[in-house]
């Protein structure tokens, strides 16, 4: 897909835009970029129209000064889905991207068809999860962006797919070697910072889609389906990681369009 650019809140977002019928906007995960979604678009592309945008500091779009909590995230989202005149749509948001779809949907339900998590979840960091968020901006600063990198694309795929998928892992580096490393150290200050927000998916009257994946050794599935509401849909990808868009696209397809069918 060619990439395209709008202006929105003061900086630029890059984004790829395919297909029609029902809008579906995916929203990627930390260090990563439109391209993780690369072997989920063909799937997806010829029952829905797919958006698929590079977050603030990440892949093609700006790196902006200031702070990048959640609520910022989710108000470029905002923005970005107004000036796309495209009236309400899917949000589906990978890891990072699920925490910035419910401060989305917390903010603006009403650009909202429906949403969901994908290896994600509505719990805050805990003690632990925190000190790795500062331990994580010290070896972007003193190691620099490659070495963090290093370190975490192995961390995001199920063991097994580590040495089954090792042209997946190579590219997902690539990816996160794309981020910018400032954008970076600063989605780690907002992503420590959110808060719990199992209440949005308690309380929404939206459809409300949870993945989650069985070898996912960032986020396991009971985080991700720690909450629900009477219209919450879980799935769970067996001997998926945290990547199930590249390790099991086909079943991660099917949960989308069986989730959107229904809108």
Known sequence: MEKLVKEVNGIRLSYRDAGEGTPVVLLHGFCG???YWDE?????EGRCRLIVPDLRGHGDSSAPEGPYAMETFAEDIAGFLKSLDIGRAV???????GYITLALAERHPDLLL???LI????LPDDDKGKEGR???????REQGLPAFIEGLVPKLFAPAHLETMPQAVAKAKEIGLG?????AVRTLEGMRARPDRRNVIEETKLPVLLVAGTGDGVIAPEKTFAAEGERTTKRQIDGAGHMSLVEAPGELAQAILDFTSVM
């Not at 981020?179 to 954008?183: D, L, N, V």
């Open 134 to 140: 500062l331990k994580a901006m010290d070896t972007i």
């Open 179 to 183: 981020t910018s490393p400032e954008g």
């Open 33 to 35: 970029s439109s391209a």
């Open 40 to 44: 989920l678009v063909p799937l997806l």
């Open 91 to 97: 949000v589906l948001g990978h890891s990072l991207g």
């Open 119 to 122: 290896h994600s979840t509505p």
């Open 114 to 116: 429906g949403f969901g």
